[in-house]
């Protein structure tokens, strides 16, 4: 499909962030968005390139009303040698299909997906800092705009793209975070929405990251929806637990996101000599390793969280110290190699880049 790319106004350029080290995380945006539309009587029509401003869109449109909405998240990179580099892309596109289908949304055919991606990033490309652990953030997004009262699909979407340049996720950069086990709310259950990426599981999770917030902890981490005993995933990352060099992470049982690090980490924890297991972590059994000091290390996985260690654990008011409160080796390690792959200073042995022309 063609891709349309419509000018861009003087005035609607705007003013850079000067300090790269006080971007933070997506509160600003690039000049330009890529939009394209899918309708049932015409399918995917109309992408266009067009300067970054609000929709006019009718105070009825479903979304607004059944969330009926999904989105994703990857990075861009800039290379010392210039190039622009994404991080596994394809499987973005992927996810993005499978919480489509989820949500009874069209499918964005991978190519476009890709192609709107590649145009956007590549026009943009003056807005990628270089400064380390800074990148661009894709957030391709698709919305129900249909405007009509009844629950059900909609008859017309809106699949778009924005950019935001960002620094690390968590305000306080590479540093251990605290995480709450959450024991009363529920982030999903068998057979709902937890392995889509769709905005209302992000809703639901508030009240309980507010409330843990409150208590000082930096994160929430959801057990299972049905036994509340199984550790399932972080607001924004998968989470992984080390045993010396065995790592172990709970496996894709469809109430958690399939994450695309959290796979990239596995290859490289075996990479790095690691063995690597997932399986159901019972949380009891897990504080019991954490206390007898089996446990070595805890960290979670993310595009926008990237590696964060974990250094305090806590479970119905008990906390504890994982290792010894720092950044484990391994969790350095992995960082170190992930992010050596994603800027290009070291070589990316699975094919895992997409360069931008
Ligand atoms: N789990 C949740 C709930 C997330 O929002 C994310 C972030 O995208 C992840 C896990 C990690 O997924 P990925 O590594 O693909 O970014
Ligand atoms: C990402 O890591 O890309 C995410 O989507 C997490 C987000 C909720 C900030």
Redesign the pocket.
């Known amino acids: 499909m063609d891709i349309a790319v419509l000018p861009l106004a003087p005035e609607q350029m705007k003013a850079r962030v000067a300090d790269e080290s006080k971007l933070g995380f997506g509160r600003q945006f690039t000049d330009r968005m890529f939009l394209a539309e899918w309708s049932v009587d015409r399918g995917w029509h109309s992408a266009r390139i067009k300067p970054y401003e609000p929709f006019v869109l009718d105070p009825a449109a479903l979304v607004f009303h059944y969330s009926q909405e999904i989105f994703e998240?990857l990075k861009a990179y800039k290379w010392q040698d210039n190039r622009i580099a994404l991080f596994r892309p394809e499987m973005n596109a992927r996810r993005f299909n499978h919480s489509a289908a989820r949500l009874c949304m069209p499918e964005v055919p991978e190519e476009l997906f890709l192609d709107g991606i590649d145009r956007l990033v590549s026009l943009e490309r003056d807005w990628i800092p270089t400064a380390p652990g800074t990148s661009l953030y894709i957030r391709p997004t698709m919305i129900a705009v249909e405007p009509v009262l009844g629950v059900k699909p909609s008859d017309h979407y809106y699949f778009y793209v924005i950019m935001s340049p960002v620094g690390a996720y968590y305000a306080a950069g590479f540093k251990p975070v605290s995480i709450m086990v959450e024991d009363r709310y529920v982030r999903a259950v068998p057979g709902g929405t937890g392995d889509a990426?769709t905005g209302g599981?992000y809703a639901a999770s508030l009240k309980a990251g507010l409330e843990a917030k409150k208590k000082g902890y930096d994160q929430v981490l959801w057990l299972d929806g049905r036994e509340r005993r199984y550790i399932e995933?972080v607001?924004?990352?998968?989470m992984f637990f080390a045993y010396g060099t065995h790592i172990v992470t709970a496996p894709l049982t469809g109430s958690?996101?399939s994450?695309?690090?959290?796979e990239s980490v596995l290859r490289l924890a075996l990479e790095l000599g690691c063995t690597v297991e997932e399986r159901m972590i019972d949380v009891e059994h897990l504080l019991q390793d954490m206390k007898s000091g089996a446990v070595t290390e805890a960290f979670g996985?993310?595009?926008?969280a990237v590696v964060t260690p974990v250094g305090r654990f806590c479970y119905k008011d008990e906390c504890l110290t994982v290792g010894n409160g720092g950044v484990g080796t391994i969790t350095q390690r992995l960082y170190d190699t992930l992010t050596g792959i994603q800027t290009g200073t070291i070589e990316d042995r699975f094919g895992w880049i997409r360069f931008v022309e």
Do not use: P, V, Y
């Not at 607001?235 to 998968?238: E, L």
């Not at 994450?259 to 959290?262: A, F, L, P, Y």
């Open positions: 998240g990426k599981n995933e607001g924004a990352m998968n958690i996101l994450g695309i690090t959290r996985s993310g595009t926008a």
